[in-house]
C-alpha cells in the first residue's frame, strides 16, 4: 500500500503537469500522511539539508565552466581540431562529431550543453556536404549522451550524492564506458557512410594541424588537469569543479580572449538560473528520500524483487528494463533522485557492486534523453536543425540499437567497468 501511494502520488502530480520538484515534495508530504505523523518543520527542514551539501558544490562550478568553455571559444576549438584531424575522410564530419562528443564530454559533463554546442556548429556544415540531416542529427545527439558518463559528469554528481556513493569512484569508473560508447559509435557510423552521397572535407595540411593542435592545446589540457588531479588525489570532485572553472575562465578571457569582463556577469547569471533549477531539485528529492527510507520502501522493493535476487545479471537485466521504461517519460535527473535509492540497496543486497551499478544506472538514463517522447537532448538537436521529431527519430534509431547492445554486453561482463575503475584507483 505505501509504494503504490508512492507512486500514485507522484504519478499524479506529473500527470497535472507540476514542475517535478513540487511533485517529489508533495509526494513526501502524501506519505506523511500515510504514515500519520505530518510536520511541516521536518519537511523545510530536510529541503534546507538538500542544498546544504558540500559535494553538490561541484554541480554550479562545472555548470559556469560549461558555459564558459561554449562563450570562450573552448568547445569551438575542439570541434576544429577533430576537423584538421578526421574531417577529409568519406562521412568524414561525422567522426568529427564523435570525436568532438568525447572530448567534449570530459570538459562540461552536460549532455544538454555539449549537444548544443554541436549541433549549432556541425548540423549546418553537415547539411551544406549533402549528409542526411535525420542521420546527422541523431549521430549528434547520440554522441551528446556521452556527457553524464566521461568524468566531470553533473548526473554522478547528484547520483552520488543522493545515494552516498563515491563520485571519485564514479567518476573513474565512467572513463572506459564513455570511450566504449565512442567506438560504438564509429562503428555505425561506418556502416552508415557508404549509403551516403557525401562531399568530403578538403585534407587539412600538417600545418594547419599543427595549429589546430597548438590553438586547442588549453582546451585539451583541462581533461587531463582534472582526472590527472582525481587519479592523484591531489582534489575531490568538488574541488575538481572549482578547479574547472577557475581554468575555463582564465583560458577564456586571458589565453583566447573571446569573453569580456562584461560577458562575465551574464555568464554568471545565466549559470546561476541553471543551478537553481538543479539544487532545488535536489533539495525537494531529500524530502521524498527521506519518507522513502521512513517508510522503508527499499524493503519492499527487495521483497517484490526477492525471485531474483539469487542471480544478479537477471535482476540486472530486469532493474534496466524498468530504468529504460522510466526514461522514457521521465528526465535524467529526476529519475536519478527517485529511483536511486530505492533501487541501490536493492542491487546491494544482491551481491552487486554499487559504483558498477551507478555507472549503469546513470548509462540507462542517459539512453532516455535520446528515446521520445520526453528525450530532451534529441529535442534539443531537433530545434537546432529544424526538423521533425519524427525525422529524427528515425535517424537515432540505430545508435539507439547500438548503445542498448553495448547495455547488454556491460550487463554480461561487469568487469569491462569494474576492472578500469580498480586500475584507476
Known sequence: MTLAIFLGALIFFMILGMPIAFALVLTGVALMFHLDFFDAQIVAQNLLAGADNFPLMAVPFFILAGELMNAGGISKRIINLAVSMVGHLR?????????????????????????????????????????PVPQSAGLISSGGIIAPIIPPSMPFIIYGVTTNTSISSLFLAGVVPGLLMGVVLIAVWARLVPKMNVKAQPKASWAERRHALIDGVWALMLPVLILGGLRGGLFTPTEAAVVAAVYSLVVSVFVYREVK????????????????????????????????????????????????????????????????????VMDLTPTILVMGPVLLPVAVKAGIDPIYFGVMFILVGTIGLITPPICTVLNVVCGVAKISMESATRGVWPFLMAYTALLALFIAFPGIITAPMVWFR
Open 91 to 131: 562521412g568524414g564530419l561525422g567522426y568529427v562529431a564523435i570525436a568532438a562528443s568525447v572530448l567534449l564530454a570530459s570538459l562540461s559533463g552536460s549532455a544538454i550543453a555539449d549537444t548544443a554546442a554541436l549541433a549549432t556548429l556541425l548540423i549546418p556544415m553537415m547539411r551544406d556536404h549533402g549528409y
Open 261 to 328: 569582463a562584461k560577458d562575465v556577469v551574464r555568464l554568471l547569471v545565466e549559470a546561476a538560473n541553471t543551478t537553481a533549477i538543479v539544487m532545488f531539485l535536489c533539495a525537494a528529492a531529500v524530502v521524498s528520500s527521506y519518507m522513502v527510507t521512513l517508510a522503508d520502501l527499499p524493503a519492499l522493493a527487495i521483497e517484490m524483487l526477492q525471485p531474483l535476487m539469487g542471480n544478479p545479471y537477471v535482476l540486472m537485466i530486469a532493474i534496466m528494463l524498468l530504468l529504460l521504461a522510466v526514461g522514457i
